[in-house]
T-cell receptor
Framework: EAQVTQNPRYLITVTGKKLTVTCSQN?????MSWYRQDPGLGLRQIYY???????DKGDVPEGYKVSRKEKRNFPLILESPSPNQTSLYFCASSLSGTGNSPLHFGNGTRLTVT | AQSVTQLGSHVSVSEGALVLLRCNYS??????LFWYVQYPNQGLQLLLKYTTGATLVKGINGFEAEFKKSETSFHLTKPSAHMSDAAEYFCAVSEALQGGSEKLVFGKGTKLTVNP
């Protein structure tokens, strides 16, 4: 089954403790992206990647890192999480990253930073 | 930069009634337009998209949307609401970036409630 898999689904951590949220897709998509979803703000893009070893900042990249060493994986790293990073995070992928290529989303990771 | 406005963060309809969710975008150039749906505890799923051609686009689950360039709108409709339509709906528009890539700009979402 074609899918985007994120892990974990739920994560509670403390301020400053490094964490990684994994994302993997099995559709051989070139483009991958991370979003955060907050009430009243919709989805905002954190980082995206057009291909292996190519990553770019989205609208809200501060406090986050990403890497794209393999085509299928695009982990999101929070080196020193803070409470304002408490949010619902989505990984998404598409064939080409152009508007003609719809995004496929994972089921989300709900992160709480205390 | 593109912006997307969804009128009404919450819409409530009765089962069997018309569903109308409004979306306006800011681009002066016809973009690619999308509607996504998010059911509770799930990621977003594509409902329908407009790229080129016919301005009335049909999607899954009986939804359709009409691209109106003169009004810069892409409203989502369904003639008869079903309880299973209760979800949050997001309108999105593509925005060209430097280097030939694009990104999706999302509206803030409209939560649809369907009353029995």
């Amino acid at each position: 089954e074609a899918q985007v898999t994120q892990n974990p689904r739920y994560l509670i951590t403390v301020t400053g403790k490094k964490l990684t949220v994994t994302c993997s897709q099995n559709m051989n998509h070139e483009y991958m992206s991370w979003y955060r979803q907050d009430p009243g703000l919709g989805l905002r893009q954190i980082y995206y990647s057009m291909n292996v070893e190519v990553t770019d900042k989205g609208d809200v990249p501060e406090g986050y890192k990403v890497s794209r060493k393999e085509k299928r994986n695009f982990p999101l790293i929070l080196e020193s999480p803070s409470p304002n990073q408490t949010s619902l995070y989505f990984c998404a992928s598409s064939l080409s990253g152009t508007g003609n290529s719809p995004l496929h989303f994972g089921n989300g990771t709900r992160l709480t930073v205390t | 930069a593109q912006s997307v406005t969804q009128l009404g963060s919450h819409v409530s309809v009765s089962e069997g009634a018309l569903v109308l969710l409004r979306c306006n975008y800011s681009s002066s150039v016809p973009p690619y337009l999308f509607w996504y749906v998010q059911y509770p505890n799930q990621g977003l799923q594509l409902l329908l998209k407009y790229t080129t051609g016919a301005t009335l686009v049909k999607g899954i689950n009986g939804f359709e949307a009409e691209f109106k360039k003169s009004e810069t709108s892409f409203h989502l409709t369904k003639p008869s609401a079903h309880m299973s339509d209760a979800a949050e709906y997001f309108c999105a528009v593509s925005e060209a970036l430097q280097g030939g890539s694009e990104k999706l700009v999302f509206g803030k979402g409209t939560k649809l409630t369907v009353n029995p």
